[in-house]
């Protein structure tokens, strides 16, 4: 498999794909988005990449096992729904702060975002997870 | 004071638990140690009935207890008094016996922490003040009995007879489980002093006769009687300190005590006196009987013992204030002869290394303090004065005469039970004892100087205290007037002495032992007979036909499991799927006032109406695709309509989350498809037909299902607080994002959870799976780079 | 437009569980597919379908008009519903293909019992 324009496109599409995916888990909390589908946007693009370059370049990619990505998705929202224990709350009680930046106007920073951002973790990392195991096997087993 | 007792009793089972630590410590002397405790329980309880007053009982009250309504308060009165005092008398006794007995076998710790446990239940359940803790420690007897009579797990028969005991005994709790429900759901409380202060009696409640079948199977069943007996000679497969605690002196006492116990709640009827004077009757004689034509001593005793258990019995049944009088008295009696015999067996076992009375003779010289200690006992269980024995027949005597309209019956059955007693008592002592000038003298392992007091003390001591009471019984009559009083019997009048006068019972006493000396002296062919009868019997041993109920019980069940659980993937879920339908379907023609929309349905729109019909085209065809690549294409088809579906009624996310999902998921699937196998039919035609009409009658359910569904019920207040409330709480926009992240963030969590463990579920299935390749392809060859191509088809 | 979804519903449900009443374990997992769709779809049906709007709250409103918008909380509940699925199929695909890889069959009459091949 040596098709320089489909590898170039992957690189492109990959990158354009992670970027989209942040924008999405973003954005999520006021329009269409989330963590859910920026996770499986993600996980779209790697795999993707991964159909051209084979499993073991996705792993070289995201640097961390894809368990250990489980698991730091999984220990955000474990944070996430801790934090407020500390502040006197019930746990999973949002958290918000508010403050007025430069360039971006009015923000609205909580632990939702984080919980988001765990779920995205979570979820790029379990799909990542079957597909590279699946494809390992499938390369070892013909 | 107060709560001392409930403290060393939940010492008893702490120190249980702790046993195989203090048993590193201690070694041998573990058994001397721990007999402190129920040492400690003793005093107390004689302490107590110092103060006993004859027309009160006293209350422990505690907090503490397994749930709300089932406290450790304890009840003391005379009953419970003089059950407690002997098993934790005996239990001191039994320890000290135990620890020299025991000292060659393994596994003594779990042995100890065995006992301790039993000690505890047995202790907890005489004083327990309320029927489901009764009913608990019941249970904890049986279960620490399995464990004993089969602490020589090794041997067949131990296991075998080990089992055969918990399922009877356990059969019996399940039973007294129920008959105590039940009283607490009629009466409303499971406290027996409350029980017994209301003086209620359930004898006119219609469900009467099925509290008192389960009570009294469950007593029977604890305490060996007809026919339930046989577990008790199989149980003597248990060390000799075991036989002598459990089997002769408490456990099997307990179906007594529970009789005893319930007597003023459901005692007295017509039932209640004539099931139990049948099956003590029975149960009498025949231990009695086959007690003569056997040859291990543990047997022999065990054959009294069920005969013993089945005269109080009998007593209960007879009930008049005279014979529970008796039935107590002689639950006395019986508990110290026979613990001292048992471990007279245990130390003629340990000294001569023969439990057959045949295979002995002439112990007298070499043994001569056990010989009056045996002495002593036998003379108590043959019923003769100076013991307590004598009045305990004597009393039992009186309580059969008093009883006109059954007493033809009962009289020629206690005499002949007594009978039987007296000879077998003589047989034994001689048989034992006096030297046979035609054999050889016997060799003794061990000089009955060498052996430890520890392990000697227990027959002296019971022994002793048997003369004892025998001779001044006045001792006795504050605990037993307490208990009978607590009985209901107001009116007993007590008076317990050696020496009645010359009248009828004297005048039976005597001719009961003139007859067991007669029976004596023509043993040989009595024994004989009995031994004919033995084996003729045997066709109908019970314990075999019991064995063999228990097979066959177990066969059938796999049967059936074999017939329920066949294997057969799609016959569960067609099972699955009918029951749905059949309960479905009743369910909606049992609702007849369906009412039809209360709101109007929205309009048709062409464009939907066509994607429905392409997807429904879709998901059709690819359930009859011929190919593998197809149906999985048709599958994409199919999710894709539906995100577009959602599209189309404004939920854009989950369209977006649709369209990816299926898409990972084809992928996914395209790569595996073709390491699976072709598509081929299977099923034979007619399955092939059966399932589509099932199926299609699950799909036509679920219309109906779906359309009752939507026009039931719509408006969901729920939603609303969430759109009230998403912004001005929550500072998002994105109302569906919001119940994920916020309002429902516990509901994500697991959701994430799940998916973490799908995935964790996938790796661990090819985990090693890759190892094992990686290793056989490395180093032949490297893995082939073209086989990703497979994946682009 | 209700009626034709529910009989959409039905159809999809008549299909689901024919794939999985068969023998071969590839319609089996077909038929989970299938299944698992069908039932979001049940519950998106059951928040009603006749409201207009996506379940977003405008820029500069405090809140909507709950009557405006379509319900979000099946829509939630489906999220998560779909996502689920996901990863409960490919799991379902990865042990059939185990299963196959194991027992060396499709058919699933042969896993009567535990034993391999």
Redesign the interface.
């Given at each position: 498999m040596n098709n320089i324009i489909l590898e170039k496109i992957a690189r492109l599409f990959l990158r354009v794909i992670a970027v989209m995916s942040v924008l999405l888990l973003l954005r999520g909390h006021n329009s269409p988005g989330g963590g859910f589908i920026a996770g499986i946007v993600l996980a779209t693009g790697f795999i993707y990449y991964g159909i051209i370059f084979g499993s073991d370049r996705i792993q070289t990619i995201i640097y961390f096992n894809t368990r250990i990505w489980m698991g730091i998705g999984l220990g955000l929202v474990l944070i996430a729904a801790v934090m407020p224990v500390f502040a006197g709350h019930e746990p999973l009680t949002g958290l918000w702060y508010i403050g007025e930046w430069p360039l971006v106007g009015t923000m609205h920073l909580g632990t939702p975002l984080i919980f988001d951002t765990g779920i995205f973790i979570g979820v790029t990392g379990l799909i990542l997870s079957i597909i590279i195991t699946i494809m390992e096997v499938l390369k070892w087993n013909t | 004071m107060d709560n001392i007792l409930s403290l060393l009793i939940g010492l008893i089972f702490l120190a249980g638990m702790a046993t195989p630590l203090l048993y590193r410590i201690w070694q041998k002397n573990t058994g001397l140690y721990l007999s402190v405790i129920p040492l400690i329980i003793f005093a107390v309880l004689i302490a107590e009935l110092l103060q006993l007053a004859p027309r009160e009982s006293s209350l422990l009250e505690t907090s503490m207890g397994f749930l709300p309504g089932m406290e450790f308060a304890f009840r003391i009165d005379g009953l419970s008094l003089i059950f407690g005092l002997l098993i934790s008398g005996i239990g001191v006794l039994i320890l000290l016996h135990a620890s020299y007995y025991m000292a060659k076998y393994d596994h003594q710790a779990s042995f100890y922490t065995y006992l301790m446990f039993f000690m505890g239940a047995m202790i907890g359940m005489v004083f327990s003040d309320n029927l489901l803790v009764l009913f608990i420690f019941w249970e904890i007897t049986s279960v620490a009995s399995f464990f004993l009579i089969g602490f020589d797990h090794h041997a067949e028969k131990s296991r075998q007879a080990a089992l055969q005991a918990l399922l009877i005994t356990g059969f019996g709790g399940l039973c007294l489980f129920f008959a105590v429900i039940i009283t607490g759901n009629i009466t409303g409380t499971y406290v027996i002093s409350e029980l017994l202060e209301q003086s209620i009696h359930l004898g006119n409640h219609p469900h009467y006769y099925l509290i008192l079948t389960l009570t009294i199977l469950a007593a029977i069943t604890k305490s060996a009687q007809f026919p339930f007996h046989f577990w008790l000679p199989g149980a003597m497969q248990a060390p000799t300190p075991v036989s002598a605690y459990l089997h002769s002196a408490t456990m099997v006492n307990a179906g007594i005590f529970l009789l005893m116990r319930i007597y003023p709640i459901m005692g007295g009827t017509m039932m209640w006196k004539y099931s139990l004077m049948l099956t003590g009757g029975i149960t009498m004689f025949l231990g009695a009987f086959f007690s003569m034509g056997q040859r291990d001593f543990k047997r022999i005793l065990a054959f009294t013992t069920i005969s013993a258990l089945g005269t109080m019995t009998l007593l209960v049944g007879i009930d008049t204030p005279d014979s529970l009088k008796a039935a107590l008295i002689f639950f006395i009696v019986h508990g110290l002869y026979k613990g001292g015999l048992f471990m007279i067996a245990g130390i003629i076992d340990k000294s001569t290394g023969t439990r057959d009375i045949y295979d002995l003779h002439g112990l007298y010289k070499k043994m001569p303090l056990t010989t009056v200690v045996t002495l002593l006992a036998l003379i108590s269980m043959a019923g003769l004065p100076p013991m307590l024995g004598f009045l305990g027949k004597e009393l039992i005597y009186e309580a059969k005469m008093q009883l006109p309209d059954v007493s033809w019956l009962l009289l020629p059955l206690g005499v002949g039970a007594n009978i039987m007693m007296v000879a077998i008592s003589i047989t034994v002592f001689y048989e034992l004892f006096i030297p046979d000038r035609k054999r050889k003298p016997i060799e003794l392992k061990y000089k009955e100087k060498e052996l430890p007091l520890r392990f000697t003390v227990g027959p002296i001591l019971l022994a002793v205290v048997g003369l004892f009471l025998g001779l001044s019984p006045k001792f006795l009559e504050t605990p037993v007037d307490n208990g009978l009083f607590f009985m209901g019997n107001q009116s007993a009048e007590l008076s317990l002495s050696l020496w009645h006068g010359f009248n009828d019972v004297l005048i039976l006493s005597i001719f009961t032992v003139l007859s067991g000396v007669l029976v004596f002296f023509i043993r040989r062919p009595v024994t004989r007979l009995i031994g004919k009868i033995i084996t003729w019997l045997d066709r109908l041993h019970l314990p075999t036909l019991f064995t063999q109920l228990i097979n066959k019980y177990v066969k059938s069940a796999a049967k059936n499991t074999n017939l329920l659980q066949h294997g057969y993937h799609r016959f569960y879920l067609l099972t699955f799927f009918l029951m749905v339908i059949a309960l479905m379907g009743i369910q909606i023609f049992r609702i007849t006032d369906i009412h039809l929309p209360e709101l109007t349905p929205s309009p048709i729109k062409i464009h939907v109406a066509l994607l429905l019909l392409v997807t429904a085209c879709a998901v059709v065809f690819a359930v009859f695709a011929k190919s593998r690549l197809s149906a999985i294409l048709t599958m994409g088809v199919v999710g894709y309509g539906i995100a577009m579906l959602y599209l189309y009624y404004g939920a854009v996310d989950l369209a977006i989350t649709q369209f990816l999902a299926e898409t990972v998921l084809m992928v996914l699937f395209v790569m595996v498809i073709y390491y699976l196998p072709e598509f081929a039919i299977l099923s034979s035609k007619k399955s092939r037909l059966r399932d589509g009409i099932i199926s299609i009658g699950v799909g036509v359910f679920i219309t109906l299902i779906v359309l009752k569904a939507k026009f039931l019920n719509l408006e969901t207040p729920v939603s609303e607080f969430f759109v009230a409330n998403a912004y001005t709480e929550a500072h998002g926009r994105n109302i569906r994002n919001v119940i994920l992240v916020d309002f429902r963030a516990l509901d994500t969590m697991g959701e994430l959870t799940v998916l973490t463990l799908a995935a964790a579920g996938v790796y661990s299935l090819f985990r090693f799976q890759i190892k094992i390749l990686k290793k056989k392809k490395t180093g032949t060859d490297e893995p082939r780079q073209d086989d990703n191509k497979k994946m682009h088809v | 437009?209700?009626?034709?979804?529910?009989?959409?519903?039905?159809?999809?449900?008549?299909?689901?569980?024919?794939?999985?009443?068969?023998?071969?374990?590839?319609?089996?997992?077909?038929g989970v597919?299938?299944l698992s769709?069908?039932t979001?779809?049940?519950i998106?049906?059951?928040?009603?379908?006749?409201?207009?709007?996506?379940?977003?709250?405008?820029?500069g409103?405090?809140?909507?008009d709950?009557a405006t918008?379509?319900?979000?909380?099946p829509?939630?509940l489906?999220?998560?519903a779909?996502?689920?699925?996901?990863?409960?199929?490919?799991?379902i695909?990865?042990?059939?293909?185990?299963y196959?890889?194991v027992t060396g069959t499709?058919?699933?009459?042969q896993?009567?019992?535990t034993d391999q091949r």
């Open positions: - | - | 437009m209700e009626y034709i979804i529910a009989i959409f519903i039905g159809l999809l449900y008549a299909c689901g569980v024919y794939l999985i009443l068969r023998r071969s374990i590839v319609k089996v997992i077909l597919f299938v769709n069908a979001s779809l049940i998106f049906l059951s928040g009603g379908i006749q409201r207009g709007g996506a379940p977003f709250i405008p820029e409103a405090e809140t909507v709950p918008i379509s319900d979000p909380l829509q939630a489906i999220l998560t779909i996502v689920i699925s996901l990863g409960i199929s490919a799991y695909l990865a042990l059939k293909y185990r196959f890889d499709h058919d699933l009459d896993l009567k019992n």
